[in-house]
Nanobody, 120 residues
Framework: QLQLVESGGGSVQAGGSLRLSCAAS?????MAWFRQAPGKEREGVASISSDGNIKYTDSVKGRFTISRNNAKNTLYLQMNSLKPEDTGMYYCAAVLGTYCVLSIGRFAYWGQGTKVTVSS
């Protein structure tokens, strides 16, 4: 089993920044951030493997940075230049294996989510 606890969500104005954190109870090979806007399907934001291979969805490239601290089993998402369309619940996800793709079906473990609201 692996437990994930997110933190760092909040409300900001467009152009602002937030940093999300996800504390994991143990090591995982691949970790990722997903988000779900009201009335929309959950989508992948960014993923990172244990050896640092990173993927981003196109809409956040150049604005968001995913990183992880393997010694602390912690995942981060630095979000800059936030837009109203970034609003939603942000979920941390993990899988024990190292194969890392930004697909919901790949991830076995999920956090409860942290809410991000960006106002215009």
């Amino acid at each position: 089993q692996l437990q994930l606890v997110e933190s760092g969500g909040g409300s900001v104005q467009a152009g602002g920044s937030l940093r999300l954190s996800c504390a994991a109870s143990r090591y995982s090979g691949c970790m990722a951030w997903f988000r779900q806007a009201p009335g929309k399907e959950r989508e992948g934001v960014a993923s990172i493997s244990s050896d640092g291979n990173i993927k981003y969805t196109d809409s956040v490239k150049g604005r968001f940075t995913i990183s992880r601290n393997n010694a602390k089993n912690t995942l981060y998402l630095q979000m800059n230049s936030l837009k109203p369309e970034d609003t939603g619940m942000y979920y941390c996800a993990a899988v024990l294996g190292t194969y890392c793709v930004l697909s919901i079906g790949r991830f076995a473990y999920w956090g409860q989510g942290t809410k991000v609201t960006v106002s215009s």
